[in-house]
């Protein structure tokens, strides 16, 4: 092979080896593939990285006498090489002498600490910046070169090889482009191992999200087992996936957004914008504006263009809480977007074009309001297409225990207090409350049975401050009303409560002592029976 063929040959290595530098996404490869190329040109006897960190050892390094401060130093990151005395020698080891240099000190410190490089042509000629001259001359090596990896201006380490061969000139400008380059390429693996390190963590922080939510939740984003809250999900199943407007109708508390967020969640319009409006909040004199928007200069106060809601929710949905409180006046502005899906900004002539899905909510009794004259019958149909009830939390019992021990455990992670669970005694008080807040009350009293539970779970009054007549159940007189007739629903709701009573009463016990024997006496069941009940309500008792 001649020497143009050679040099050649080396310009492809060199040039293989840029690219390959700029692919690799993390250090460790990075590192690995730059001096194992570089070690496999003959003339190359050793490469080695350092890289500037926190110094780390700095009570046992050799170099300690001479660090100047300890902070940062060089720390050997790769290594690679051959001997040519003796092949059974390994120069990729990490552990050795020169595993760290202190900035400033010896060749290697000196490049980090001044950004200049360190050339020795000939070995023989100039050992002054050789720590084992001898070691160089059995080795048969002639030339060191080592050169500073700079990024943007900012030292990152030091590249250098030492060489069978005098350096020269061509040498040490490719050594120099090499170092800078893998400078680059290293910033470009850390950004990449940042990236996968964060993804990790993202994904652990979902896993654990979703393990967190499959313990309380039961059906998609809700919390519960009870037949009523399995209607509810049906309905969402069956109209989410449609654009048909959708009436959530029920008292106050007990989850309507909830519903609104499952609905746009469970739909093809989920990757737009779920926008939000009381429509109790909203001033009459600001209705139009609010809802339709304006533009600059249209009337006094208006400062800038106003998109509004409308505009906002364009391709996606539009959740309008408490529709019921809209002045009749103002219904029909709120009808003709609904049929035409057309509006006009205030100050502004110019028709506008809107796509959106509405999902409305209310407590009140739409129809009565129609039949009452203060609902727009035609407004109320074009929001009725799909009508949700969602039932007060007293008619789903079955959702009380699992909502309050979620309620209970959420509460405690947020004051940083240890974990603790409701007694028996405690989930029949809550199952028999008459809940006229829902599920708003049911969390305010379960956080406030939080706050209080540094006195001790058993010591805390979960109705405090609430008067008696408030706690009666209305299902109580239900049952024993001699001709009222319950539900299959509710004879299981009552049934749970009274097996949650009599383990109460028996300390848990299902069979023992205590009772006379037990839970199951009490009750007249056998133990398994007893048992297997307990099982199927999820019941929770507590053990003596």
Request: glycine share 8%; hydrophobic share 40%; proline share 4%.
């Amino acid at each position: 092979m001649t020497a143009d063929q050679i040099f050649h040959f080396r310009n492809m290595e060199i040039q293989s080896l840029l690219l390959a530098m700029g692919e690799q996404r993390s250090t460790e490869a990075l590192f690995s593939l730059v001096v194992d190329r570089l070690s496999a040109f003959e003339e190359v006897s050793l490469v080695r990285i350092w890289l500037i960190k926190e110094g780390d050892i700095c009570s046992s390094c050799l170099m300690a006498g001479e660090c100047p401060s300890r902070e940062l130093c060089l720390h050997l990151v790769a290594s690679a090489g051959h001997s040519s005395c003796d092949e059974s020698r390994e120069w990729n080891h990490l552990d050795g002498k020169f595993k760290r240099f202190p900035m400033g000190v010896r060749k290697v410190g000196h490049i980090a600490a001044t950004g200049q490089p360190v050339v020795v042509e000939s070995i023989p000629e100039d050992s002054k910046w050789i720590a084992y001259p001898e070691w160089a001359r059995e080795e048969g090596i002639n030339g060191f070169a080592g050169q500073p990896m700079r990024f943007h201006g900012e030292i990152l380490g030091v590249l250098a090889v030492f060489t069978t061969t005098r350096i020269n000139k061509p040498a040490l400008d490719i050594l120099q482009i090499l170092a800078n380059h893998a400078a680059t390429a290293l910033v470009n693996a850390r950004a990449f191992e940042q990236i996968e390190n964060l993804k990790g963590r993202l994904e652990a922080e979902n896993s654990l999200l979703r393990e967190e939510l499959s313990e309380t939740s039961f059906y998609g984003g809700f919390i519960g087992r009870s037949l009523a809250l399995q209607r509810i999900v049906e309905q969402i199943d069956l109209v989410a996936p449609t654009d048909a407007n959708v009436l959530i109708q029920g008292e106050s508390g007990t989850g309507k957004e909830l519903v609104a967020r499952e609905l746009h969640q469970r739909s093809k319009r989920n990757n737009k914008p779920l926008i939000k409006v009381n429509c109790a909040s909203v001033p009459k004199e600001l209705f139009a504006s609010e809802f339709f928007g304006h533009v600059k200069g249209a009337f006094t106060g208006a400062h800038a263009h106003r998109e509004g809601k409308f505009g906002a929710a364009n391709q996606g949905t539009l959740f309008l809480d408490e529709v019921g409180e809209i002045p009749l006046e103002l219904q029909a502005q709120l009808l003709r977007v609904l049929q035409e899906g057309e509006y006009e900004r205030i100050g502004e002539e110019k028709v506008r074009k809107v796509d959106v899905r509405v999902i409305a909510a209310t407590n009140r009794d739409l129809q009565k309001e129609v039949e009452a004259g203060r609902f727009r019958e035609d407004l109320y149909f074009r929001l009725n297409v799909f009508p949700i009830t969602v039932p007060p939390l007293r008619a789903r019992r079955e959702d009380i225990a699992p909502l309050a021990e979620y309620f209970l455990k959420r509460s405690l992670k947020a004051m940083n207090r240890p974990a603790l669970r409701f007694n028996p005694e405690q989930l029949a008080q809550l199952v028999e409350y008459n809940w006229q807040g829902n599920v708003r009350e049911l969390q305010n009293i379960v956080e406030r049975f939080a706050i209080s539970s540094i006195a001790g779970a058993a010591r805390v009054e979960l109705f405090a401050g609430i008067s008696g007549e408030a706690k009666s159940c209305p299902k109580a007189a239900i049952s024993d009303a001699g001709d009222a007739v319950l539900t299959e629903e509710e004879m299981i709701r009552l049934q749970a409560s009274n097996i949650a009573k009599a383990l109460a009463r028996c300390k848990g016990k299902i069979y023992g002592p205590d009772g006379p024997d037990g839970a199951a006496a009490l009750l007249g069941l056998k133990p398994t029976t007893l048992s297997t009940r307990i099982r199927k309500m999820n019941i929770r008792r507590v053990a003596k």
